[in-house]
């Protein structure tokens, strides 16, 4: 049984850190692990995704303050958030799919997801 588990989440004061952890277990491949974000009220957006080939990418909102990382021994992918802002606030789902573009995939392209961290920033 797959599992995607995140922890990390909390609240900060704008222009803290947060760095968001995402352990996948039951399974062994998955060419893209994404991070994406839902405010209430609004669509689930991607906010960064990695493959197994080491590219990242970001949506433009987060470019320059988070960073995309993983750890494929302890199949473990990291979200690394800097100068958070009030707009980062959001609930973050790590997602995992058989998934190849150049970009943050949307939704629909991922099998795998978590259940949600949430993440609040004060101003």
């Known amino acids: 049984q797959v599992q995607l588990v995140e922890s990390g989440g909390g609240s900060v004061q704008a222009g803290g850190s947060l760095r968001l952890s995402c352990a996948a277990s039951?399974?062994?491949?998955?060419?893209?692990m994404a991070w994406f974000r839902q405010a209430p009220g609004k669509e689930r957006e991607g906010v960064a995704a990695?493959?197994?080939?080491?590219?990242?990418y970001y949506a433009d909102s987060v470019k320059g303050r988070f960073t995309i990382s993983q750890d494929n021994a302890k199949k473990t992918v990291y979200l690394q958030m800097n100068s958070l802002k009030p707009e980062d606030t959001a609930m973050y789902y790590c997602?995992?799919?058989?998934?190849?573009?150049?970009?943050?995939?949307?939704?629909?392209?991922?099998?795998?997801w978590g259940q949600g961290i949430q993440v609040t920033v004060s101003s």
């Open positions: 997602a995992a799919g058989e998934v190849w573009l150049a970009g943050v995939p949307p939704p629909d392209q991922f099998e795998y």
């Open positions: 990695i493959y197994t080939s080491g590219a990242t």
């Open positions: 039951g399974y062994t491949y998955s060419s893209c």
